[in-house]
């Protein structure tokens, strides 16, 4: 892949999925032990194409993915054994850069840079197929956003246009947004959001070099200082709390996809596992 792969716990394994370099096809692997195996054999092609990531996520016990086709238009799609999909529904929204989404009370929520505006806009729906209008958070981002629902609020973290700032916003109800906080951190790639039982994490690649970095806090509004993950990357990290670790997937700089089967802060490289090569 040459952008970031994404993943989520779905039916007792881990899933990643990635847009392929050369086909843009979307594709996906699981893997049945915690991130310890993969096998290429469980590749599954989805039949849809991307320019760039998609975003999956589990609600109502089925796996959503959610992406922009070639024309960037966001669609979303389910399944519910993480081969067989439904007829994508187009969500009215249309992004260049990739869209995330998260379940935040008993809704699936959507979230993307518009592509024209680059404002970070927000939609949801209750059967993943109906989607609400969508509401304008006032933010930019050349980047895709990134979303998680942390003490009954949901977190959206994107990296700021022109600034390069690093920064975040919650809601209560996923419409009435805070004022963003500045975490501190700069970058120029997309950042990712995720939390473990008391931590919420930021992953991120460095500005200035493919050093991938991380910060945590326990409110979204007091950061700690940056810390260096030990691994490199051309592109933002996926982050994903899972059996008590927190797990890293993304793209080295050969574009192989690695995962990271870390503890919920520590990074190392002998945890790193090398998954597929496209």
């Not at 931590?199 to 950061?223: C, P, Q, R, V």
Request: net charge positive; glycine share 8%; with cysteine.
């Amino acid at each position: 892949s040459s952008d970031t792969p994404v993943q989520a716990v779905f039916n007792n394994a881990i899933v990643l999925a990635w847009t392929e370099t050369s086909s843009k096809k979307l594709k996906l692997i699981s893997s049945p032990d915690q991130g310890r195996t993969w096998d290429a054999s469980t590749i599954v092609d989805t039949g849809k194409t991307s320019n760039v990531s998609p975003a999956i996520s589990v609600f109502n016990g089925k796996l959503y993915m959610a992406y922009a086709d070639t024309s960037n238009a966001i669609y979303v799609m389910s399944s519910t054994d993480g081969k067989t999909w439904s007829a994508p529904a187009n969500t009215g929204g249309n992004t260049k850069a990739g869209p995330t989404i998260c379940s935040f009370q008993g809704k699936l929520y959507l979230a993307w840079n518009g592509q024209n505006t680059n404002n970070v806009k927000v939609k949801s729906s209750a059967d993943g197929t109906t989607w609400s209008e969508f509401t304008d958070t006032g933010r930019n981002t050349p980047y895709a956003p990134s979303m998680c629902a942390f003490n009954n609020n949901l977190f959206i973290t994107w990296t700021g246009i022109n600034t390069n700032k690093v920064k975040i916003i919650s809601s209560a109800n996923g419409t009435n947004w805070t004022d963003f906080i500045e975490t501190g951190q700069t970058s120029k790639s997309n950042p990712s959001i995720a939390m473990t039982n008391n931590l919420l994490m930021i992953g991120f690649k460095a500005e200035s070099s493919n050093n991938l970095i991380y910060i945590t806090s326990t409110d979204g509004k007091k950061w700690t200082n940056n810390t260096k993950a030990d691994v490199t990357s051309a592109h933002g990290p996926s982050l994903a709390f899972s059996y008590a670790n927190m797990r890293w997937a993304y793209v080295d700089t050969s574009n192989q996809i690695m995962f990271g089967n870390t503890g919920p802060i520590e990074v190392g490289a002998n945890k790193r596992v090398l998954l597929y090569k496209d």
